[in-house]
């Protein structure tokens, strides 16, 4: 069972350039949600998911757009990278309808925008 | 919004002993509080969660304690070992799915 998976692990832009990190999830959750963790800040939501066709704003989307056209799938689009999107960013899942049971999260992918 | 605040940032201790974290939040709606282990290259992991309407939950040597009225709780882990060295994360839920994660505690057990 491979649960959450993102890809790339790890990925080097330049400032101005654009790019996707990938998620997918085997486990037919319906909600998805992207974070991001900085040192001393813990994660920080950015986009999230109730469903396919359905996404909203967490506490930090400015700079990130998200899209779900599959309830598998749902990939963080980086516009024009910024030194200060240099971050580790994590991909989780869960079932929507039971609220307070486990998220899932994918393995990371650290991104460094030089 | 919420606010979870986490204390200590780091801790170290030598095995066997017992270690502590702590976690206070803003938000009185909260009812679900989970803690995750962040392992080095890892994504984080649940490893216990308590649910508003109980006050205390252990599985074997992990235990965490929830006090509603104060907005605060802690996770206590029991006859440490060097493999529960690794980053801790506590969080709180408010009904949604969205998760507000608590600044970290690094716990480094010393063999």
């Known amino acids: 069972n491979a649960g959450v998976t993102q890809t790339p692990k790890f990925q080097v832009l330049k400032t101005g350039q654009s790019m996707t990190l990938q998620c997918a999830q085997d486990?037919?959750?319906?909600?998805m949600s992207w974070y991001r963790q900085d040192p001393g800040m813990g994660l920080r939501l950015i986009h999230y998911?109730?469903?396919?066709?359905?996404?909203d704003q967490g506490e930090v989307p400015n700079g990130y757009n998200v899209s779900r056209s599959t309830t598998e799938d749902f990939p963080l689009r980086l516009l024009s990278a910024a030194p200060s999107q240099t971050s580790v960013y994590f991909c989780?899942?869960?079932?929507?309808?039971?609220?307070?049971?486990?998220?899932?999260f994918g393995q990371g992918t650290r991104l460094t925008v030089v | 919004g919420e606010n979870v605040e986490q204390h200590p940032s780091t801790l170290s201790v030598q095995e066997g002993d017992s270690a502590v974290i702590k976690c206070t939040y803003s938000?009185?709606?909260?009812?679900?509080f989970p803690w995750y282990k962040q392992e080095l290259g890892k994504g984080p992991q649940l490893i216990i969660d308590?649910?508003?309407?109980?006050g205390e939950k252990k599985d074997q040597r992990i235990a965490v304690t929830l006090n509603k009225t104060a907005k605060h709780f802690s996770l206590h882990i029991t006859e440490t070992q060097p493999e529960d060295s690794a980053v801790y994360f506590c969080?709180?839920?408010?009904?949604?799915?969205?998760?507000?994660f608590g600044t970290g505690t690094r716990l480094t057990v010393i063999p």
């Open positions: 989780a899942s869960s079932y929507q309808d039971r609220p307070d049971t486990e998220a899932f």
């Open positions: 486990m037919n959750h319906e909600y």
């Open positions: 998911s109730v469903g396919a066709g359905i996404t």
């Open positions: 938000d009185s709606a909260s009812n679900y």
């Open positions: 308590i649910r508003s309407n109980v």
């Open positions: 969080a709180t839920q408010t009904g949604a799915n969205n998760l507000f």
